[in-house]
């Protein structure tokens, strides 16, 4: 059984500071890694892809991706309060399978001011 | 650009009463189209997906099925809904050859 694993929260932080959001994940032969953001109520948006080994940036987020330890993270600087969410992390499983991602449960992140 | 298109944003039904959710695509051709539940404190769950018309596979055997009519619309079906069916059930489509998926804006079942 495939499974992404995530820590529920909530994860607290202060506005301004870094969140750091991780995942990891069992399937070794795994090569794509999604990051969704889903508001409450809402529906998840992917926010960020990550293929290779090494970091990912794309604005305040960072993505890092070590295939070796199986382990995934985003992190999130100048925290806001609008970065107030849950955070989902989907893995896609190793090549020749179906294209259906494993979803991590989230974790939920606060940003208070 | 693509956009889906997701109906009725929330619903409540009584036990035994029948279903139907529909989800188009736009902006886009031969998509492949899936249907997820979210029930609450829980994570998605993935019901169905869709590589073309007529083409429905199942991950979860339940009261629920899909149709693919039409190369850009899913619907996700019931004939007697139970109160374990109620959720926040989400569309969402995928481009060939891209692994990240863009999802409706979803509808919250409530079943009674």
């Known amino acids: 059984q495939k499974e992404v694993e995530q820590n529920s929260g909530p994860l607290s932080v202060p506005e301004g500071a870094i969140a750091s959001l991780n995942c990891t994940y069992s399937?070794?032969?795994?090569?794509?890694f999604f990051w969704y953001r889903q508001y409450s109520g809402k529906s998840p948006e992917l926010i960020m892809s990550?293929?290779?080994?090494g970091d990912k940036e794309d604005g305040r987020f960072t993505a890092q991706l070590n295939k070796a330890s199986q382990y995934v993270s985003l992190l999130i600087r100048d925290s806001q309060p609008s970065d107030s969410a849950t955070y989902l992390c989907?893995?896609?499983?190793?090549?020749?399978?179906?294209?259906?991602?494993?979803f991590g449960r989230g974790t939920s992140l606060i940003v208070h001011p | 650009s693509q956009t889906i298109h997701q109906w009725p944003a929330t619903l409540v039904q009584p036990v035994g009463s029948p279903l139907s959710l529909e989800c188009t695509v736009e902006?886009?051709?031969?998509?492949?189209l899936y249907w997820y539940r979210q029930a609450a404190g829980r994570g998605l769950q993935l019901l169905f997906y869709?590589?073309?018309?007529?083409?429905i596979s199942s991950e979860v055997p339940q009261n629920l099925s899909a149709s693919r009519p039409q190369d850009r619309q899913f619907i996700l079906s019931s004939k007697k809904l139970l109160l374990s069916d109620s959720g926040f059930y989400l569309c969402?489509?995928?481009?060939?050859?891209?692994?990240?998926?863009?999802f409706g804006s979803g509808t919250r079942l409530t079943v009674v």
């Open positions: 902006g886009t051709s031969n998509p492949n």
């Open positions: 399937d070794r032969g795994s090569q794509s």
């Open positions: 990550i293929y290779s080994n």
């Open positions: 969402a489509w995928r481009e060939e050859g891209y692994h990240g998926y863009t």
């Open positions: 989907a893995v896609k499983p190793s090549p020749g399978g179906s294209y259906i991602p494993t």
């Open positions: 869709s590589v073309g018309i007529g083409q």
